[in-house]
Each structure stands twice: as structure tokens, then as C-alpha cells.
């Protein structure tokens, strides 16, 4: 059964930092990119960051770039998200999603992923 579960969110003040971790389980991890997606209360799902298959191609949003980086590590089938400066508009439930791709290349799209985890809530306060 194919599983990403997230972990890592939580209650911090603006500026701040978290790390997300995503643990991916049952699919050939280093045959998909990775992406992390965001959902606030009342908004649609948005595109936040992504990785391609082997680490060498990322992608982020306008509104994180600069502040967050996402990062992948094949051998523990893990996806990371570490993110700077936090504001309370980051506020929201944050998804991990996998893509079947060998690209080299990613791009800021939240189409054509095939798997998605729970998520995890991550709230900055002002």
C-alpha cells in the first residue's frame, strides 16, 4: 500500500523556522518527483515547491522563494521541506505529493501527481 506521510508541522511564531519531512513507502521512490502543495482554510490547494527524481531540478513559488527549500534523500525515500522566515500567511495544511517522472527537468504545476499524504498543519503566529 502506498503511503507519504508527513510529519514536522506545528505552532511557531513569524520568523521562525520547520522542517517537513515526508516518508514515502510501496512505490520505486527515485521514479517520481516530489512536490509540496499547501491548502489554507477557504483557499484551493497551491503549488509550493517540487524536486525531480534525483535531486538536481527544483521549482518553488514566488511567494517562497527565497525562503524555503525542499530537498530529497533517495536512499531513505524522504522529501524535505525547510522552511525560513515563516510568516502567517504560510499558515496552512501542507501536502506532499509524488509524480511519475525521470525528468531532469520540474515544473510549478500541482497536475500529474499520482500519490498524495494526509498532510500536516503548520500555523505562524504573528
Known amino acids: 500500500q502506498v503511503q507519504l506521510v508527513e510529519s514536522g508541522g506545528g505552532l511557531v511564531q513569524a520568523g521562525d523556522s520547520l522542517r517537513l519531512s515526508c516518508a514515502a513507502s510501496?512505490?520505486?521512490?527515485?521514479?517520481?518527483?516530489m512536490g509540496w502543495f499547501r491548502q489554507a482554510p477557504g483557499k484551493e490547494r497551491e503549488f509550493v515547491a517540487a524536486?525531480?527524481?534525483?535531486?538536481?531540478?527544483?521549482s518553488y513559488s514566488d511567494s517562497v522563494k527565497g525562503r524555503f527549500t525542499i530537498s530529497r534523500d533517495n536512499a531513505k525515500n524522504t522529501v524535505y521541506l525547510q522552511m525560513n522566515s515563516l510568516k502567517p500567511e504560510d499558515t496552512a495544511v501542507y501536502y506532499c505529493?509524488?509524480?511519475?517522472?525521470?525528468?531532469?527537468?520540474?515544473?510549478?504545476?500541482?497536475?500529474?501527481?499520482?500519490?498524495w499524504g494526509q498532510g500536516t498543519q503548520v500555523t505562524v503566529a504573528s
Open positions: 505529493a509524488a509524480r511519475p517522472s525521470r525528468s531532469a527537468i520540474i515544473t510549478a504545476t500541482i497536475t500529474g501527481y499520482q500519490y
Open positions: 510501496s512505490f520505486t521512490f527515485s521514479g517520481y518527483a
Open positions: 524536486v525531480n527524481w534525483s535531486g538536481g531540478s527544483t
